[in-house]
Nanobody, 115 residues
Framework: QVQVIESGGGLVQAGGSLKLSCTAS????????MGWYRQAPGKQRELVAL???????DYADSAKGRFNISGDIARSTVHMQMNSLKPGDTAVYFC?????????WGQGTQVTVSS
């Protein structure tokens, strides 16, 4: 049974920090990358940060310099430290697990940044 457990969302003031974590289990495929996407009200889901099994990372321009993704793909775990949060970071953040032609999504965790 596939399980994706996300944690770490919440309410924080602008300039504050949050750490998101995601652990997956029951994946019947080799995970090639894990990461986080976000979706704000009325907007499309967008990539925030991704880490691949070879350790390489990819960040949205809006996340560079403020967010840091880390994880252990072999253990199906990924974390994202978010610093200097802005009201524009408010969104539902979704854990994403990628394999060959497969995408698995978590249910999402709400991040709200107040001004």
């Amino acid at each position: 049974q596939v399980q994706v457990i996300e944690s770490g969302g919440g309410l924080v003031q602008a300039g504050g920090s949050l750490k998101l974590s995601c652990t997956a289990s029951g994946m019947a495929f080799t995970i090639s990358a894990m990461g986080w996407y976000r979706q704000a009200p009325g907007k499309q889901r967008e990539l925030v940060a991704l880490i691949s099994s070879d350790g390489s990372t990819d960040y949205a321009d809006s996340a560079k310099g403020r967010f840091n993704i880390s994880g252990d793909i072999a253990r199906s775990t990924v974390h994202m430290q978010m610093n200097s949060l802005k009201p524009g970071d408010t969104a539902v953040y979704f854990c994403n697990i990628q394999g060959h032609r497969i995408n698995v999504w978590g249910q999402g965790t709400q991040v709200t940044v107040s001004s």
